[in-house]
């Protein structure tokens, strides 16, 4: 499917036009029941072209995020009628840029299948949309394609099964598809993990016959530019190791790598759209699996910054990992760190799955909260309250892995910060809740969502390239 901007109305299979509550211009006054319900959608098949009526709901409240939703289902009804193209009709509540950023992405999320292992796959019937425009805003679209595309590709890897996504095929995925661009790919193996001390990720990777890998993204456009650091979660199963998980379906588990898969898709934003920026990607990529030669609860992993740390529980993995990539983003001379992992359980169970958990420096953490806004990757800060930092006491190392008490979102990001210096602006977004859509809805067909790519790209292009 491909999207086009448009002058003039241009001969279609099908006509796409928005109407909310009492708003003027609505399409047809004609039609008796047209519908106004937000995301809902009218199809009138025995007109020609083929009218689709698609509601906006009260239009004092539409924002980006409203036409996004409207979009994707619209998208997908279209595809439903088997409608080969289709002319869209803005719906002018928001500025014309804005509304085709949003309509754009809307559609491209919308349209998302992950059926590459189905033998029956269904062709998309859906070959052109346009969209009809008083100026020509082809840098939004473009924009909106990309950032798109990008959140694809983040959902294509976190919905790969298992077996077929290990911790190196990961990293092969990284090194192919940034091969023929300017981001340089650089991956350790096990052997390289022990040389460099890596040893959280070497540890919780040990049980696994697919051996954990360390992979460095660099793009960098201007070295003078404040390097940013993307730190991803990629634990491509965890079964929670010799802490087994048990009682429930783990196979969501798979997703594990979804920060991974965000900051690799953020990579892929910043590269179509050419952004100037200095940015490095780190991602800690490793099996979580109980076996004879697992990480044993109550081993001792000693981090080469010094910090020691008990392993209280093999299924508090994610920091274990992540800690290593810190203390590396640190080594590497990062101004602004953003870590970004399905961590906990808790953060899920505070705050749903539409949003995220945030955790940081209260600047970066309300940037990143009003991007979050705009791009629809929806953030909400939690605190670091100082008293909780006596859960990871241990009797026997610096910290344990797991706090004692309730709280378990921030006590994961109170672990995290022992691994980051003073100096640097550091975020932690904890993806557990929205990194999967139960059920397909808006602009996120069922599966992974690949949330944090636009946030994230966002946060680069803004923030990066002015030195404050
Ligand atoms: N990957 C999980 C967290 C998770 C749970 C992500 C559900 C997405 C959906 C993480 O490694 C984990 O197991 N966390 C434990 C921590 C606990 C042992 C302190 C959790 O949240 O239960
Ligand atoms: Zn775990
Ligand atoms: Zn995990």
């Known amino acids: 499917m491909q999207i086009h901007l448009a002058m003039n109305p241009v001969p279609v299979a099908a006509v796409l036009r928005f109407s ?19 995301a809902a959608v009218s199809v009138y098949r025995d007109r020609q072209p083929v009218l689709l009526v698609v509601g906006l709901g009260d239009t004092s409240k539409v924002d980006a995020d409203t036409l996004r939703k409207a979009a994707g289902t619209a998208l997908r009804r279209v595809e439903k009628e088997a409608l080969a193209s289709v002319l869209v009709y803005l719906p002018g509540v928001l500025d014309e840029e804005r509304e ?72 092969e995925f990284a ?19 022990l040389e460099e001390r890596m040893m959280g990720l070497y540890a919780v990777g040990k049980g696994s016959t697919h051996p954990p890998r360390y992979v460095e993204l660099r793009y960098q456009t201007d070295a003078t530019l404040p390097l940013v650091a993307l730190v991803g979660k990629g634990l491509t199963f965890d079964a929670g190791g010799i802490s087994l998980k048990s009682g429930r379906d783990i196979s969501d588990m798979r997703m594990d ?28 990529a490793a099996e979580n699996l ?3 030669s697992a990480m044993l609860p109550g081993e001792l992993i000693q981090y080469r910054n010094g910090v020691s740390v008990q392993v209280a529980n093999t299924d508090a993995e994610g920091r274990l990992a992540l800690a290593d990539a810190l203390i590396r983003a640190h080594e590497l001379g990062a101004k602004y760190v953003i870590d970004i992992a399905t961590l906990t359980g808790a953060a899920a169970n505070a705050l749903g799955t539409k949003y995220a958990a945030v955790f940081g420096q209260k600047q970066l953490v309300d940037q990143l909260c009003e991007l979050g806004e705009a791009t629809g990757d929806f953030l909400w800060p939690l605190p670091l309250p ?17 706090g004692k008490g309730k709280g378990g979102a921030i006590t994961a990001a109170l672990f995290l910060r022992h ?6 602006a550091w975020a932690h977004i904890d993806i557990a809740g929205p990194m ?24 680069v292009v803004h923030y990066s390239s002015r030195d404050e």
């Open 290 to 292: 109980p076996d004879g």
């Open 100 to 171: 085709i950023e949003a309509l754009t992405e809307g559609m491209l999320l919308g349209a998302y299948k992950f059926d590459r292992y189905k033998a029956k796959a269904k062709s998309a019937v859906l070959q052109d949309v346009y969209l009809l425009a008083k100026a020509d805003h082809s840098a939004a679209l473009t924009k909106a394609t990309a950032f798109a595309g990008a959140t694809n590709l983040a959902r294509d890897l976190a919905n790969e099964p298992p077996n077929v996504l290990r911790p190196a095929t990961l990293a």
């Open 175 to 193: 090194q192919r598809h940034f091969a023929d661009s300017n981001v340089e790919v650089t991956v350790w193996d096990e052997a390289r993990l």
């Open 386 to 402: 100082p008293e909780y930092e006596s859960q990871l006491k241990s009797d026997y190392a610096d910290i344990t892995n797991i």
């Open 436 to 459: 999967e859509a139960e059920r397909t809805e808006g602009y996120s067909p069922a599966g992974a969502t690949g949330f944090g790519v636009r946030v994230m790209a966002e946060f």
């Open 257 to 284: 790598m979804a920060g991974a898969a965000a900051v690799i898709g953020a990579f892929a934003a910043l590269v179509t759209t050419g952004a100037k920026c200095n940015v490095v990607g780190l991602i800690v």
């Open 20 to 38: 909310g509550d009492g708003q003027d211009g609505v399409p047809d006054t004609s039609l008796a029941e047209w519908q106004t319900e937000a």
């Open 419 to 424: 691994f980051v210096d003073d100096g640097q």
